[in-house]
């Protein structure tokens, strides 16, 4: 490059565009040669004023985090002939500067040192509406470097509600807005792209605040930026807990009716058929009602069961629990219940069995029981009186997709309007018309059948029309029923029973006389209490190991099961260390059995009790017993 003389330079800045100032680059430090006349204002001051403040010492008027954009533009200049940039001037620590766009360009030498020719021009001047507007917004608005995560830009509110309260210049957002040390723990900066969005809420727990966060990546001045909108949605937050608990009391309580809804059509069997039975003067047809009657209410007790333990359905819990049995005997229980409840309706109930050639089958029985019966009762509350409800069954054979079962619900009732299909399944799902809002529901039940319908590994389908009717496909695959050995499907009257001595501990009058009696015809000798505290003193006035087991009720008033059985366990006498306690209550969660283990309870029979479970218990004990 030529030398430069002074003249040249001089005219230089006369036909320069805009404002410009000469340099000379000295030991990495920019000397003031001359400048132009300053024509144009830069962010609203008079040019040549501007000028003036940058003559002594520019670099010294520059953000100083923003200096290395200068320092980089000289170096790109003097070996590629000019580059530009853009940075703040002003005074940082007030927060008053304006962006300055300056373009670099090395024009030769003078006195052996590089010469270059800078101009400025306001930057903001495009986005100064948008600055205003920003300004004035109640909504939290600042702008961070991606990179360092310095403050660019923040509005009044922002400044407001800062945890510094002063100007921001010079600060980290984490700092600034969070009065953090560090970059807070669900920054996503890093994974920020130009143009790029992200969201997420912020909880601060010590003032039970929630912040929601809007940030987009742009470009600022020429840096990659990021700009985040701020809003404070605590009220929000604090509404949507408030819905979610009645939320949570509405589901309460529809589950509650839900219940009371599963539980009624068995129910009405077991009353209408105890009626029959007390009416009837054969019996042969006493004894045909009384064993559905038994049938029945052991399908109560297991629906009991399985609704206590619906809510694993939905943690993912709940698990398919195959046996061996009958398929007859499966569907004999869903017609009774079924055909009782269509009865008391008035509506006609046919089965349509010819195509069903199962027999010995592997399934989980409680749970098929359950989609069937839930998918009849449906059908005939939905089904005006004079209707007809219709169950087919058919299988095995190849239904496709690895189905050997298809059962049909077919039903002539109300039907549903096409566009309430796709809801049917949700919770709480219920369409609501002239024909149904008077019908009683939850709407749970369908969102039950076809999550137990995916968890036996079937399909479900609906198809229905306003006023013609509804029909439920189900397809399933069945297993044939699985070998056993011979001695456990082998009958057994425990005879080894007789003359065994039991205490049972158990407060409700109706309880302790059935216990009492089935026992008594096996020829089990029974002491009873009805409390826990009768209990203890029956056992420390007997002789040392003349009671073969306790059966102890957990719930009991003066002493409850569990403090008598540490009584117990507390004597000096010896056989109070290992004397069987077999603890019987409704409360069979994993909590409620460990507390009773931890107790001194060697296990828990749920009630009602199950008499073979019970049998079995005894006659484990008496042999353990006798091999001591």
């Not at 500067?97 to 670099?104: L, N, P, S, Y």
């Not at 909108?229 to 509650?256: C, G, H, Q, S, W």
Request: net charge negative.
């Amino acid at each position: 490059m030529m030398e430069l003389k002074r003249e040249d330079i001089k005219s230089l800045t006369a036909i320069f565009p805009g404002n410009c100032a000469v340099y000379k680059l000295k030991e990495r430090t920019l000397e003031f040669l001359m400048s132009s006349e300053g024509l144009e204002e830069v962010g609203h001051r008079v040019g040549r004023v501007f000028l003036a403040d940058v003559q002594l010492d520019l670099c010294a008027r520059i953000f100083q985090n923003d200096r290395r954009f200068l320092r980089e533009a000289v170096e790109q200049a003097l070996t590629k002939g000019s580059a530009e940039c853009v940075y703040r001037i002003g005074h940082e620590e007030r927060d008053e500067f304006i962006w300055v766009h300056t373009i670099v360009k090395y024009i030769g030498e003078l006195e052996d040192s590089p010469v270059l020719i800078l101009t400025f021009r306001d930057a903001a001047e495009s986005n100064q509406a948008q600055l205003e507007l920003l300004e004035d917004m109640d909504t939290i608005v600042y702008v961070c470097d991606v990179e360092t995560q310095e403050l660019l830009y923040a509005n009044r509110s922002a400044v407001r509600n800062s945890q510094q309260q002063s100007s921001y210049s010079g600060h980290k957002c984490y700092n600034y807005m969070f009065g953090k040390n560090c970059v807070c723990e669900d920054c996503q900066l890093k994974h920020l792209q130009m143009d790029g969005k992200q969201e997420l809420v912020r909880h601060d727990s010590e003032n039970d605040r929630y912040l929601n966060i809007e940030k987009k990546g742009i470009s600022w001045y020429g840096r990659f930026a990021c700009a985040h909108f701020i809003n404070d949605v605590t009220e929000k937050k604090r509404n949507e807990r408030m819905l979610a608990m009645e939320r949570e009391t509405t589901a309460k309580a529809a589950f509650v009716s839900n219940v009371s809804h599963d539980m009624r059509t068995p129910l009405n069997g077991i009353l209408g058929f105890t009626e029959l039975a007390m009416q009837s003067t054969g019996d042969d047809k006493r004894a045909e009602y009384l064993e559905k009657i038994r049938t029945t209410g052991k399908f109560m007790l297991n629906l009991i069961n399985e609704t206590l333990d619906l809510t694993k359905i939905t943690s993912g819990k709940l698990e398919v629990e195959p046996e061996n049995c009958n398929i007859q005997n499966v569907l004999d229980t869903i017609v009774v219940s079924a055909y009782a409840n269509a009865e008391v309706k008035g509506v006609e109930f046919v089965t349509e069995l010819e195509g069903l050639h199962f027999t010995d089958v592997y399934v989980d029985v409680l749970k098929l029981q359950k989609v069937i019966l839930n998918l009849l009762s449906n059908a005939v509350k939905y089904t005006p009186a004079g209707g007809k409800v219709t169950m087919v069954m058919e299988g095995p054979q190849d239904f496709g997709e690895g189905y050997n079962c298809h059962i049909a619900i077919v039903d002539t009732g109300l039907g549903m309007e096409k566009s309430f299909l796709p809801k049917l399944f949700e919770p709480f799902a219920q369409e609501r018309s002239k024909l149904t809002r008077k019908i009683e529901g939850t709407g749970l039940g369908m969102s039950i059948v076809k999550q137990l319908v995916d968890l036996l590994g079937g399909k479900i389908t609906v198809d229905s029309e306003p006023g013609k009717g509804t029909k439920f496909d189900l397809w399933l695959d069945i297993p044939p029923g699985k070998e056993v050995d011979a001695d456990d499907t082998a009958a057994n009257n425990y005879p080894e029973l007789a003359g065994m001595k039991v205490l049972l501990c158990e407060d409700n009058e109706i309880n302790r006389e059935l216990v009492y009696n089935l026992l008594a015809v096996y020829g089990v000798e029974v002491r009873c209490a009805a409390d826990g505290q009768k209990g203890v003193a029956i056992f420390a006035g007997s002789p040392k190991d003349s009671i073969d087991v306790i059966l102890m009720d957990v719930r009991m008033p003066i002493m409850d099961g569990l403090e008598a059985t540490r009584a117990i366990r507390a004597m000096s006498r010896e056989d109070a260390r290992y004397v069987p306690i077999f603890g019987l209550t409704g409360d069979v969660d994993e909590d409620s059995v460990a507390e009773a283990k931890a107790a001194g309870m060697d296990d828990c029979l749920p009630k009602p009790v199950d008499i073979p479970q019970l049998l079995g218990k005894l006659s484990a004990a008496l042999h353990a017993k006798g091999e001591k």
